[in-house]
Every structure is written in C-alpha cells, then in structure tokens.
C-alpha cells in the first residue's frame, strides 16, 4: 500500500483539500458572525436541519404531540448548516459547539438551552414523562441504546457515509475501515432486533427514535445511496423495525421538518404549526 501523505511536525490548515463539507470546517470554535436567532410564537424553541441528527428531535416532538402533549408545540427554525448559520453569534449562545439540533425551552426564567441531540430527547422524555420506561430495568436498556447511538452514529456519519459520499475522492483504505465498523453495527442491531420489537424492548422509545434516522433511513436506502453497497438485505430484523418505525405518523411527520434536500415533494423548511406538515403530507406521492 502506498502513502504519499507525510504528516508535517505540526499541522497547519489547508482548507484547499476540499469534499463536500470543506467550505464551513475551521480548527476553531466560536461566533464567526453577529447574528440573534429568530423566535417563534410556542415554548420550545428548535434551531435545526433535516439531517439525521435533526430528525431526531423532530420526531420526538411529532410523538408528543401525536400523544396528546400540547406543551410539545415547537418552532423549528432552519438552521443552513452549508451556509454556516450554525456559526451565528445566536447559534454559539444556544450551543458553543455550532452544531444542529439546539432547543430552547422558554418556560423556564432564563430560558433552558439543551444540546446534543440525545440529550434532547432524553429532556423532552423526562420534562413530559414519555417515550422513556419509569421501570429501571427498562429504562436502562433505553438509556443504554441511547448512548449506544449517540457513541455509534459518528463511525456511521463521519466515518463511513464521509468517505463513501462525501469525500472529494474514493479512498479504498478509510471505505474498507468504516464499512467493517458499519456491518458490524448493522449486524448487532439485526441481532438485537431478532429477539426485541424495539431496541428496549416491547416498548417504543427514544433510544428508537435516535437510531432510526441513522440505520432506519440507512437501510431504506435513503441516506448516502449505500443500501447495496452494504447489502441491507441481508439484515432482515433489522428491515422489520424499520419499516414498522417508518410507518408511524408522527415518523411520517418529523423525518420532513427543517429538510431542504431529499425528494422535491418532502421539503418543510419551517415548522411553525401543524398545517406546515399537513400540507406537504397532503401532497405525499401515494
Ligand atoms: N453529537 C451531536 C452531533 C450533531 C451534528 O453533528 N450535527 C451536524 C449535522 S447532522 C452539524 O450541525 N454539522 C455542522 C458543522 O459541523 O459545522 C448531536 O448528536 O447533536
């Protein structure tokens, strides 16, 4: 195997290196640009983008509401993570990290600013009682896939979805590295969800809500074009639950919230009540 690259004594930025992200990615952290955030009219408050991480949060409140919650009513702001908006001097006071989702729960004084997605949906489950078992066995298996995901999804996103998609060349070393990571994780979840309807058990959860926009939309084929690539087929408990998550309305309903690409049809770049979903669902193709 050859290596040109020869690592200098101290790295120095060289941004020319290019792939799809390059144009935002800087060594450092921090407001770029002076800029507050829009607020909306309901309590929570999200800043946020239709990726997978984005999906999370959305879902999760679509599973509230669809549960009756009325508190659960959000503003989902879109957050152009391409155009840096993440960077705004807003953005870094809600999250210093600068990455989406962020929330705002402005029913407390000062309001409360909650990130990383995992957190959130572990906020929102234990501010309105939901989607988390109280039973500490059970919730301890939610927890645990929980974290599990939250540990998993970068070898998944940064790892083999950037190398396999986004990279500015085709790479046979990092590919072969991170595809192994990702079909062993495919495989532990076939595993898992052979002998467990969902990833705590016999109940949805948050730990459900977090892993399906990354390996649920993976092996539906809609995230990185890699479903044969990966040979999806071959997981078929896996297929099971997340066809069975995918078919859930309020699924139906946050996987499109904050999304700008994908399909034409499924585009809501805001969500500011309800009617933002329902008439682009109304447009769903049957
Ligand atoms: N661990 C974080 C990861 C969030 C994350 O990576 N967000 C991406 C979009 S999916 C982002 O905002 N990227 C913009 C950037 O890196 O500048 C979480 O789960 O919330």
Do not use: C
């Not at 034409?264 to 770049?269: D, F, I, L, R």
């Amino acid at each position: 195997m050859t290596n040109e690259y020869i690592p200098a004594a101290v790295w120095t930025d060289n941004s020319e290196t290019g792939g799809a992200w390059a144009s935002i990615n800087r060594p450092t952290a921090g407001a770029r640009n002076e800029q507050a955030l829009p607020v909306g009219q309901h309590a929570l408050q999200l800043y946020s983008m239709g990726t997978p991480n984005g999906q999370k949060v959305t879902i999760m409140l679509e599973e509230l509401l669809a549960l009756g919650v009325k508190e659960a009513e959000y503003d989902a702001h879109l957050i152009r993570i391409g155009d840096g908006d993440q960077f705004s001097s807003g953005f870094v006071a809600v999250n210093p990290n600068s990455k989406i989702p962020a929330l705002v729960d402005t029913t407390a004084t000062p309001a409360i600013n909650v990130f990383e997605s995992g957190h959130i949906l572990f906020y929102l489950a234990e501010k309105f009682g939901q989607l988390l078992p109280t039973d500490v066995a059970k919730r301890t298996q939610a927890m645990n896939w929980l974290f599990w995901l939250q540990g998993s999804a970068p070898y998944l996103g940064g790892g083999f979805g950037h190398f396999y998609a986004y990279a500015p060349e085709k790479l046979e070393y990092p590919i072969n590295r991170f595809t192994m990571e990702a079909k062993r994780q495919l495989d532990l979840l076939d595993k898992h969800l052979a002998d467990n309807r969902y990833l705590a058990g016999d109940d949805y959860s948050i730990a459900d809500i977090a892993t399906w926009p990354w390996y649920g939309n993976l092996v539906l084929g809609k995230l990185y074009g890699a479903a044969e690539f990966l040979d999806v087929e071959s997981y078929p408990h896996l297929l099971r639950w997340a066809n069975e998550v995918a078919a859930r309305e309020a699924v139906q309903r946050g996987r499109i919230v904050n999304r700008v690409a994908g399909e034409e049809w499924e585009h809501v770049p805001e969500r500011h009540s309800a009617a933002d979903i329902d008439q682009v669902l109304a447009k769903r193709p049957k």
